[in-house]
């Protein structure tokens, strides 16, 4: 394929498309060379309205911070303003990325710990599949915790896939081998783990089912990335344990994010 010069301001093209089910797909786009960004951060993308002028929406970078092309994940709202036509994209099309990374779910914002818990539900994993595959998360704790909360089990493909991959990763597998555990859990459809991350916390039920001890901010630092309500349930839940929560500026034992407004 013939990757096309940018026309629009700030246009990257794509490169890949994949469909995971008919609400969710993931996509590939060139990476500008002067975009540098912390695995993690997210960005504005979007296409140009019919009135002319950019319509952007805030997207978490799914790839990691070394890799030469940027990774999306996104769902498709049918109704929504930008996902109802970003799901009909294809290899050559251009999509408007803003250079301007930003976001709070970076390592930096986080104290020295032991082991790394990511929560996410949903499009939520975006920017935990672009840390799982940097080698600074590796660095830094012994061991990583993702646990994927999502309604039915094809919504976890994109996940499932991604931890897959991590262990014959030419740059990550040697980092990542025996280090990572997953927990996909459904909420509607019934799977070998069905029901709420918030509950599995709070009743002790994920502790047990890794096998660790109970999230403890001596040691174990977490990231959020969730719906409103799944961040507030979580945030109550690890503060009455002591967790204290960091920002770039004063790291502290949890971060978080929202996967979307609304
Ligand atoms: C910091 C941040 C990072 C984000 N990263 C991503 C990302 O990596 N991937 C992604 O798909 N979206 C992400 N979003 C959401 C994204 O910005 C858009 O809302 C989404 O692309 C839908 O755009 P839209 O114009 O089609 O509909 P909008 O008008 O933006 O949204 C319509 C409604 O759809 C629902 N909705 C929107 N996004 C989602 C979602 N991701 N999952 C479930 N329901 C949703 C909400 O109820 C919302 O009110 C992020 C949002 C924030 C604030």
């Not at 609400?23 to 960004?37: D, E, G, V």
């Not at 092309?69 to 109802?84: A, C, H, M, N, R």
């Not at 539900?121 to 940097?134: M, Y």
């Not at 830094?140 to 996940?159: I, P």
């Amino acid at each position: 394929m013939t990757v096309q010069t940018p026309v629009l301001p700030d246009a990257q093209t794509v490169t890949t498309i994949h469909h995971w089910t008919d609400r969710l797909f993931s996509f590939r786009l060139s990476r500008p060379q002067s975009l540098r960004f912390r695995s993690g951060e997210f960005v504005m993308i979007g296409l140009l309205g019919d009135n002319g002028k950019p319509l952007l929406r805030a997207y978490s970078i799914a790839s990691p911070s070394w890799d030469d092309s940027l990774e999306f994940y996104s769902i498709k709202v049918q109704d929504g303003p930008l996902t109802s036509r970003l799901q009909h994209i294809q290899p050559g099309d251009q999509v408007i990325l803003r250079p301007k990374p930003v976001g709070t779910l970076v390592v930096d914002a986080l104290l020295p710990g032991k082991r790394l818990y990511m929560i996410a539900t949903g499009t939520g994993v975006a920017p935990f599949a672009s840390l799982l595959r940097d080698p600074e998360v590796y660095e830094k704790f012994d061991e990583v915790v993702l646990t994927h909360t999502c309604r039915e089990v094809a919504d976890l493909a994109y996940g499932k896939q991604l931890i897959e991959s991590l262990d014959s990763d030419p740059l990550i597998g040697e980092f990542a081998k025996g280090r990572v555990k997953y927990v996909p859990t459904t909420t509607q459809e019934e799977s070998a783990n069905t029901g709420r991350i918030t509950d599995w916390i709070s009743s002790g039920k994920l502790a047990a089912h890794l096998g660790l001890p109970d999230l403890d901010p001596t040691d174990d630092r977490v990231m959020i990335c969730g719906s409103m309500g799944l961040n507030t349930d979580i945030k109550e839940i690890i503060e009455a344990k002591g967790f204290e929560e960091g920002a770039n500026s004063a790291p502290g034992h949890y971060v978080l994010e929202k996967a979307f407004v609304g």
